[in-house]
């Protein structure tokens, strides 16, 4: 079948290990399920599997795409939640020790089809077209957690994100604009900032800007280059929510700072299936609908994996088939 992979890890020149081609057909096992996929949208998680981070050698080649929205045999049209874990065992799939995300172990979605286990497709809600559904497995489930999971936020409380035109920062100014927060976003250019504006943000800064006042909340995804700004624009008491590090983990702790500011720093990683049902109802209920900056054919997915490379994002980056 047709497929977007890594063929091997390449830590400097992951453009280089991107392939378009064919793969294998996947096998059914018992309780797993068949998608023919019809949309899968782009995430960083796929740029480190490029690198090799995050997947063990033994597992290349490998389908890329954490998520996706697709048809069953039987005609209904599905999103998929890409975190196959054990919920029986720990009632919240993302805790389970062996719990792993699509394209770690599992063949990924950028293909004619992706099989995963029957309990990770849920019903694609009407209202949203395949492209817009393949947004919300990952980077719109990762928001949904840090803010309505792990942030202990309330209505009226201000909140900052850390990069404007981002997955996860595009949904996070979204829902919280939609829940009643105060949403705060800094960006790296006007454009970027003029983006998270048009979505609803209250007000944008320049990265590393100093706030006219302390927030409740900094959602960080972007590691080293914010982190500073994100401790110091946090209020005595308030938290921060961290689920990625893409310009690099190993932040300064500032841990004097931390004690002394009683900040609380909390992980996300992903959401589980009754969080991405929630996330779906909340966006249909809101008529919220995700941000597509760019939209190409799986077989253009070099020049979308390029744009993510060089931080050209306005939004999602979405490939259909
Ligand atoms: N833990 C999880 O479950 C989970 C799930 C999804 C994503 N993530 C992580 O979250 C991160 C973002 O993922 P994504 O898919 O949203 O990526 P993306 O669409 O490529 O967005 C990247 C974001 O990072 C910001 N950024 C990058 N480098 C920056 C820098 N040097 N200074 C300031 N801002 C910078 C960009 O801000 P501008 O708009 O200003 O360019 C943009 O908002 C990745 O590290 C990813 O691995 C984690």
Excluded at 60 to 79: H, K, N, Q, R, Y
Excluded at 95 to 113: F, I, N, S, V, W
Excluded at 121 to 146: H, I, N, Q
Aim: hydrophobic share 40%; net charge negative; proline share 6%.
């Amino acid at each position: 079948m047709f497929a977007v992979y890594a063929a091997e890890p390449n830590p400097d020149a992951p453009l280089d290990a991107l392939r378009v081609g064919e793969r294998p057909d996947p096998e059914v096992p018992d309780g797993w399920v068949a998608v023919s996929v019809r949309a899968a949208s782009l995430n960083m998680h796929d740029l480190w599997t490029l690198r090799g981070v995050g997947i063990k050698p033994d597992q290349f080649p490998m389908i890329l795409g954490c998520d996706g929205a697709g048809v069953l045999g039987d005609g209904s049209e599905v999103v998929v939640h890409g975190v196959v874990g054990d919920a029986s065992v720990y009632g919240d799939e993302t805790l389970d020790p062996k719990r792993t995300l699509l394209t770690e172990k599992y063949q990924g979605t950028l293909a004619d089809t992706v099989v995963v286990p029957a309990r990770n497709v849920l019903p694609k809600p009407d209202g949203l077209s395949f492209a817009e559904a393949a947004c919300m497995g990952t980077a719109w489930l990762t928001a949904y957690r840090m803010l309505f999971t792990r942030s202990g936020l309330r209505p009226g409380q201000t909140m900052l994100v850390q990069g404007a035109s981002g997955g996860v920062a595009t949904a996070l100014v979204a829902l919280g604009t939609a829940a009643g927060m105060r949403v705060w976003v800094t960006g790296r250019t006007e454009e970027k900032r003029a983006l998270a504006e048009e979505l609803g943000a209250h007000r944008t800064f320049e990265s590393g800007t100093r706030l006219p006042e302390r927030v409740d909340a900094v959602f960080e995804t972007v590691g080293k280059a914010t982190w500073g700004h994100s401790m110091r624009s946090v209020k005595p008491g308030g938290t921060i929510v961290v689920s990625g590090s893409t310009s690099g983990p190993d932040a300064n702790a500032d841990l004097q700072r931390l004690f002394f500011m009683q900040i609380r720093v909390v992980g996300s990683m992903m959401g589980t299936r009754d969080e991405l049902a929630g996330l779906l109802e909340f966006c249909r209920l809101r008529g919220i609908r995700p941000t597509i900056g760019t939209e190409l054919p799986m077989t253009e997915a070099a020049e979308g994996f390029g744009q993510m490379l060089a931080g050209e994002t306005a939004g999602k980056i979405v490939f259909t088939r």
